[in-house]
């Protein structure tokens, strides 16, 4: 999949009109059949199946609020289908309507910025359940999982549920990311995929329940470990090339803990400063024909990195500095290829320069609790997206080695340092 883009100077782009906003569009069962259909090869291939748990309490014509894990571009074929012919408005990403606005908005799209301050997206989400009658979508956690693990979940959501007053349905699925991880660069394997489509809360439920406690209730649904999964059901990946660009994630070498000479090839990941080897077997755990393993499961590897991540922050170590090709979005009809500038990434949160000395951004720490960060984005390369209301810049590092996981797991842990920090300053002024 491409995108639509062309090359313009950030003046330019600053000046031009920014992307009208509409009110949502109930999707009538002309796009909802289409939108099955066009999934229907996808959900053969896999021989899906949809298990439905407490279904029977939503009204037909009942609208819900959707909640969704996020494992890979499959899971948007399989709400369409599970949920089918229950019109559905779905929350997805801004640049996803650039080329095909009019055709997004047909579907029931709702745009969004990933990570980034939406006022708008509640009322709309609002219009399409109580005035629209429509069901909408949501994945909460906005980003694919790297590791096959949850990812962060916005502390604003049980506050958001409390809101809408709608029943919440939650659709986790089961193969989705064996199939197709986001570090696989596309690469799909032969995998069965299913998901559970459970009732989750009442109306009732939800009105006597504070916001916190439907966060704890939401994020229960949201534990999971995919690789674990993978390993008890004896689900097998005989495809050859199941470790190609792991490194994208396992991007630290545990053995000599160099960063960025990780190589995922085939079925093997290599360091190359130190040569130790790692074989991912068809069932995802990680071998070594000599010495210490260190991590045959993944996620421990992973998780083991954003403890060396936060470590680096409290010792105030971490800085990212690093060349970058800058894109921008600022309306729907392309993405703007605007020169080049730099990165750099603290404590003190994002700054980003250059364009010939006319680009100067900066983010602050506790501007986002995670970082919009994807592998080999519309085929263009790894990106990490920063922004506001005003344009979103998507930053393709000119590097050798893999920063982006890294960048992501920094940029949450210094938002949980800084909430910290301004509870404890909210506590010392009582």
Known sequence: MKIRSKNKSYETVMSLPKGKEYKPKKPDVF?????????????????????????????????????????????????????YPRPLNIICTTDAFVGKNWLMRQLGCIPTRKFCSDPAL???????????????????EAGYTFDGTSTTLPDYLGQCIKMLGVPVVMIRTYGAFARDPLYNNLQKRRVRVSADVRYLL?????????????????????????????????????????????NRVLYKCPHCLTEGKMEGKGTSLTCRQCG??????????????????????????????????????????????VPVKISMLVDSKCLYHVGEGRLVHSEEGF???????????????TSSYSLNADYYWYELGDVISIGDHRGLYYCFPQTEGDIVAKTRLATEEIWKIARAKMRARRENRK
């Not at 509640?122 to 909460?140: C, D, E, I, K």
């Not at 000599?290 to 170590?317: K, L, M, N």
């Open 31 to 83: 796009f909802r059949t289409l939108l099955r259909v066009v999934s229907l090869p996808d959900l053969l291939a896999v021989r899906f199946r949809a298990k439905y748990i407490d279904m029977d309490k939503l009204g037909k014509k009942e609208p819900c609020l959707v909640l969704m894990n996020h494992s890979s571009f499959i899971d948007l074929e399989i709400a369409a289908s599970a949920l």
């Open 276 to 321: 130790k080897v790692w074989e991912l077997d068809e069932f995802g755990s990680l071998h070594t024909a000599e010495g210490e393993v260190y991590f045959s499961h993944i996620p421990d590897w992973f998780a083991w990195e954003r403890e060396c991540v936060r470590q680096e922050i409290e010792a105030g170590t971490y800085r990212l500095d």
């Open 122 to 140: 509640v009322r709309n989400m609002q219009y399409a359940l109580h005035t629209l009658g429509s069901s909408v979508l949501m994945f909460p």
């Open 202 to 246: 009442s109306p009732d439920e939800i009105a006597e329940k504070s916001a916190e406690e439907l966060n704890g209730i939401v994020s229960e649904q949201f534990v999971f470990d995919n690789f674990r999964w993978q390993q008890e059901n004896r689900v097998a990946v005989k495809a050859p090339f199941r470790a190609d660009f792991l």
């Open 351 to 365: 700054v980003l320069t250059g364009c010939d000395g006319t680009l100067e951004y900066r983010q602050k720490p």
